[in-house]
């Protein structure tokens, strides 16, 4: 039993080290390769902007005031917000900031992916088809940075992708160990993941906000037939699947609000690790068809089979089967049950210290790396860096009680960060 054990500890680490080693480049590139960029002469295309939003009045004219301040000509840049099940005045304080707004009330098909889709389909019967050549997508809570559109457009420009997304930074990222270990997670994607993607011409993942999809994928798909519950990461993998090219934009920034609240953060991420189980169920398939493929199409597969992979499941499934079987010794002479004890103690602390120590790695280069792109204290930002492992180890509770329970979209209030970033501009 012993040297099953001690065998079973050392095919998992083989089989994670194998899979993931690629990541290791992905650092590399991200550390010394400078990002790619867009044309200087990039012709002016028209956009729209489609914001899907719940009981957002607290936050939602902040964002459409960034987007009517954006270098880009205004003409060509018009504004939808889809006011999805709103209990609230989240509709005429659109209206008020500008965008043009649509209501929807359906307590049926529930989430985001099913708001964009009902809003592209209004937009396409309201102002036609070929109006737009693009459609920039946010979150209600977001902050733009002035040139986001111009330096977006810079790239869409070169006509060699289906969809662009961002760099993302976080409003409040030293507010706690939780918007903290978000902030970090999603800094580490954009430069550590997104660019080497894009620098090697693999593809990247839009994550939620601050993408753009070109028009022509939006009338293929005829609107956003994406309903899952990571409706964001189903699009990427069927872009992969389908040899579409997602690539990463650096230079155009948005800022995300992050909660604070743990109740809030498990409601977000149970959701996230069940739409993961719902992807892998319904692509999984694709994917390991497309890996067969090879080339760029291949590796881009890969990738994605990677990303949703359930691996943290792999991981608590070999320590449970130790644990049985460590549980099964206690009938043994005393001797071997100490001896099996001894070894599960033994696995269980060094697969523990071995997550703990690289995602301490993964946050310290990240902070490194965009330590001048993060607000807030030093010392915070140092602190942060030792909580972020903490932060990702809870995905573990989160990524069982997904596995085994219904879960279903649930809003996270925002409005806490926007009124502090208020205040400091005003001061």
């Known amino acids: 039993m012993l040297r099953f054990l001690e065998s079973l500890q050392f095919v998992l680490f083989i089989f994670f080290t194998a899979?993931?080693?690629?990541?290791?480049?992905?650092?590399?590139?991200?550390m010394v390769a400078k990002a790619r960029h867009g044309r200087q002469d990039a012709a002016l295309h028209r956009y729209a902007v489609v914001i899907a939003a719940r009981n957002e009045s607290a936050v939602i004219s902040n964002l459409i005031g960034c987007l009517k301040k954006q270098d880009y000509p205004a003409e060509l840049l018009d504004i939808f917000v889809i006011a999805d099940n709103c209990t609230d005045d989240t509709a005429a304080v659109s209206r008020r900031a500008g965008a043009i707004v649509y209501e929807r009330f359906n307590k049926v098909q529930v989430g985001k992916g099913y708001a964009l889709d009902y809003l592209f389909r209004h937009i396409f019967e309201d102002y036609g088809e070929q109006t737009y050549d693009g459609f920039f997508v946010f979150d209600a809570?977001?902050?733009?940075?002035?040139?986001?559109?111009?330096?977006?457009?810079?790239?869409?420009?070169?006509?060699?992708?289906?969809?662009?997304?961002?760099?993302?930074?976080?409003q409040n990222f030293c507010d706690n160990w939780i918007s903290a270990g978000y902030a970090l997670w999603f800094l580490r994607e954009s430069r550590f993941l997104n660019q080497p993607r894009t620098?090697?011409?693999?593809?990247?993942?839009?994550?939620?906000t601050g993408f753009l999809v070109a028009g022509d994928v939006i009338r293929e798909e005829g609107g956003w037939p994406y309903h899952l519950l990571t409706e964001d990461i189903e699009f990427s993998i069927v872009c992969a699947a389908r040899g579409r090219k997602i690539g990463y934009c650096s230079t155009a920034v948005i800022y995300d609000e992050q909660p604070v609240k743990f109740r809030q953060s498990w409601d977000q991420r149970l959701r996230w690790s069940k739409g993961f189980y719902q992807v892998d169920a319904k692509y999984t398939g694709s994917l390991l068809r497309g890996t067969l493929q090879g080339g760029r199409k291949g590796f881009s597969c890969y990738d994605m089979l990677m990303t949703v992979a359930p691996c943290n499941l792999i991981t608590i499934g070999v320590?449970?089967?130790?644990?049985?079987?460590c549980v099964s010794s206690l009938s043994q002479p005393a001797f071997i049950t100490y001896r099996v004890l001894r070894m599960l103690g033994w696995i269980l602390w060094t697969t523990l210290k071995g997550i703990w120590f690289s995602l301490f790695l993964f946050g310290a280069f990240t902070m490194i790396a965009e330590w001048k792109q993060i607000e807030g204290a030093a010392w915070k930002k140092v602190m942060y860096v030792f909580t972020f492992p903490l932060f990702m180890l809870t995905y573990i509770p989160i990524s069982l009680a997904a596995l085994v329970g219904?879960?279903?979209?649930?809003?996270?209030h925002h409005g806490m960060a926007s009124k502090a970033q208020n205040e400091r501009e005003k001061a």
Do not use: H
């Not at 289906?162 to 993302?168: E, F, G, P, Q, V």
């Not at 620098?199 to 939620?208: F, I």
């Not at 320590?319 to 079987?325: C, D, I, N, P």
């Open 319 to 325: 320590l449970l089967l130790s644990l049985f079987l």
């Open 19 to 30: 899979a993931y080693s690629y990541q290791i480049f992905y650092l590399i590139v991200g």
């Open 406 to 412: 219904k879960v279903e979209w649930k809003p996270i």
């Open 141 to 170: 809570d977001n902050r733009v940075d002035p040139g986001f559109v111009r330096e977006m457009n810079k790239m869409y420009d070169t006509g060699e992708y289906a969809a662009l997304t961002s760099y993302r930074n976080s």
């Open 199 to 208: 620098k090697l011409g693999v593809n990247c993942a839009v994550s939620g």
